[in-house]
């Protein structure tokens, strides 16, 4: 991601990385790495510096095809980590 611009929001969006059973170190590393990536991609998109199309980019590429899909389960009561 793009280092922000001095006046950015700069601050550290929560995204969750999930342990879970039979994860080994690397499946964990993994899983972290996505998450601060997650988080820095929406840090970017708030300040300016991902489009709405980069953005969605990222969001396709952590595992969210069609962003406009989640928003309508999230309307209908379901959750995504």
Do not use: C, Y
């Amino acid at each position: 991601m793009a280092k922000p611009p001095d006046d950015s929001t700069d601050e550290f969006l929560s995204t969750p990385a999930i342990w879970l059973p039979g994860m080994d170190d690397d499946d964990w590393a993994a899983a972290l790495d996505q998450s601060f990536d997650r988080a820095l991609a929406t840090r970017d998109f708030l300040d300016g510096l991902l489009s709405p199309d980069q953005f969605e980019d990222a969001l396709n590429h952590f595992g969210i095809p069609d962003p406009r899909s989640v928003e309508e389960a999230w309307s209908e009561g379901k959750t995504f980590l």
